[in-house]
């Protein structure tokens, strides 16, 4: 009732009032409401007090109908809320593949990243599915894009241990050993959050278990405490034994 009493305002003029009755309704996805506060002559662009505009809230809240009604009346698809992130970044925060396809269809960069310099695929691979991850794969997104902390997909998906999504990164040629602004690699960010699987494949994927981050530390040295101990102790005698294998191969050539 009180977004209706806030559309005879907006019948005459534009006020902070209309932007806020706007967004409160696109926000609880009530579709007509919305429709009759643009009828009435609310700002499309108008920006509730913390700064969202309407589309970026209804995105968040997952009402495809609203969404769709905003655009067909000219939304700003890269309008951005006060962290910076658009319509995209927020459904792909949301883990709303639904949400994050229908903007990707109605033209949406797929490539927007939020104030923190996180993508939307480095979302998607923190919070969604698999099928999300890989469909803003296939619309281009890209694939080594880092956040500010140098983080990529591929990082954030093994700190969260999110093991198909991990694979399928690794599968569209994610870099094994691309390191975060501390050094840190997947495999280090899989061990220091004790995911065991994640680190188990990633291991089988051939990531370097003597690989130091910035403070000159392994993944062992994250996860002592925990499970996937054994497994990197494992992975670690491994490829010692490889190096000296292949350095005595070496030796005996050079002997030749």
Same mark, same amino acid.
């Given at each position: /009732?009180?977004?209706?009493?806030? @559309?005879?305002?907006?019948?005459? @003029?534009?006020?902070?009032?209309?932007?806020?009755?706007?967004?409160?309704?696109?926000?609880?996805?009530? &579709?007509?409401?919305? !429709?009759?506060?643009?009828?009435? *002559?609310?700002?499309? !662009? *108008?920006?509730?007090?913390?700064?969202?505009?309407? =589309?970026?809230?209804?995105?968040?809240?997952?009402?495809?109908?609203?969404?769709?009604?905003?655009?067909?009346?000219?939304?700003?698809?890269?309008?951005?809320?006060?962290?910076?992130?658009?319509?995209?970044?927020?459904?792909?925060?949301?883990? #709303?593949?639904? /949400?994050?396809?229908?903007?990707? #269809?109605?033209?949406?960069?797929?490539?927007? &990243?939020?104030?923190?310099?996180?993508?939307? =695929?480095?979302?998607?691979?923190?919070?969604?599915?698999?099928?999300?991850?890989?469909?803003?794969?296939?619309?281009?997104?890209?694939?080594?894009?880092?956040?500010?902390?140098?983080?990529?997909?591929?990082?954030?998906?093994?700190?969260?241990?999110?093991?198909?999504?991990?694979?399928?990164?690794?599968?569209?040629?994610?870099?094994? !050993?691309?390191? +975060?602004?501390?050094?840190?690699?997947? =495999?280090?960010?899989?061990?220091?959050?004790?995911?065991?699987?994640?680190?188990? =494949?990633?291991?089988?994927?051939?990531?370097?278990?003597?690989?130091? +981050?910035?403070?000159? &530390?392994?993944?062992?040295?994250?996860?002592?405490? #925990?499970?996937?101990?054994?497994?990197?102790?494992?992975?670690?005698?491994?490829?010692?034994?490889?190096?000296?294998?292949?350095?005595? /191969?070496?030796?005996?050539?050079?002997? /030749?």
């Amino acid at each position: /009732m009180a977004v209706r009493r806030y @559309a005879v305002r907006c019948e005459h @003029a534009q006020s902070q009032d209309c932007a806020t009755a706007l967004v409160a309704a696109a926000q609880r996805g009530r &579709k007509e409401t919305v !429709e009759l506060l643009l009828d009435r *002559g609310a700002d499309l !662009e *108008g920006k509730s007090p913390d700064g969202a505009t309407s =589309l970026v809230v209804a995105a968040s809240g997952g009402h495809k109908d609203t969404v769709e009604l905003l655009l067909d009346r000219g939304a700003d698809l890269e309008a951005k809320e006060r962290h910076g992130a658009t319509a995209l970044v927020v459904a792909a925060q949301e883990g #709303n593949k639904d /949400m994050v396809e229908l903007l990707l #269809n109605r033209g949406a960069d797929v490539q927007a &990243k939020d104030r923190y310099g996180t993508p939307a =695929l480095a979302w998607a691979a923190r919070r969604c599915g698999k099928d999300t991850v890989e469909l803003l794969l296939d619309r281009g997104a890209d694939l080594e894009a880092k956040d500010r902390d140098g983080a990529t997909a591929l990082a954030w998906a093994a700190w969260r241990g999110r093991k198909d999504t991990v694979e399928l990164l690794l599968d569209r040629g994610a870099d094994l !050993e691309a390191k +975060n602004g501390e050094g840190a690699t997947a =495999l280090a960010v899989a061990a220091s959050s004790g995911r065991q699987d994640t680190v188990e =494949l990633l291991l089988d994927r051939g990531a370097d278990v003597e690989a130091k +981050n910035e403070a000159g &530390k392994v993944a062992l040295d994250f996860c002592a405490a #925990n499970a996937c101990a054994s497994v990197l102790q494992g992975a670690e005698r491994i490829q010692r034994w490889h190096r000296r294998r292949i350095l005595a /191969m070496w030796a005996d050539t050079c002997v /030749m």
